[in-house]
């Protein structure tokens, strides 16, 4: 368990890019589990940060990210964002989601991923 007394200076022990993995923590007596590659919260197949008081949030190579769902959920708070940029209306969330998602294609075919 590592221990620290704000999310800043959680975010600053990981920032030298080297460290990655799952890790349990706890900032200011409240305890989670975070997931960091290297150096930056990232999560594919679920939340990068979970505390366990119910708070969640999606994080991509650092920045809050989720196209199929809020990125961030707190008890009735929820919080839609694409790539690091928040939305806040539902209707351009679908829209953003349907272009990033349709950029991420079309960019994995140009690079031949696919």
């Known amino acids: 368990m590592l221990f620290f007394k704000s999310i800043k200076d959680c975010k600053k022990h990981f ?17 989670g589990v975070i997931y ?4 930056e ?11 366990l008081t119910g708070l969640s949030a999606w994080h991509r190579h650092g920045k809050l990210h989720r196209t199929d769902g809020p990125a961030v959920q707190y008890l009735e708070k ?23 998602k349709l950029e991420s294609f079309l960019e994995d075919e140009k690079d031949g991923n696919m």
Do not use: C, Q
């Open 78 to 100: 929820t919080e839609y964002w694409i790539d690091g940029e928040g939305y806040y209306d539902m209707e351009e969330y679908k829209i953003a989601t349907r272009r990033y």
């Open 15 to 31: 920032s030298d890019g080297k460290l990655t993995g799952r890790f349990e923590v706890t900032v200011n007596k409240m305890k």
């Open 36 to 39: 960091v590659e290297n150096g």
């Open 41 to 51: 919260f990232h999560r594919t197949d679920g939340p990068a940060i979970d505390w």
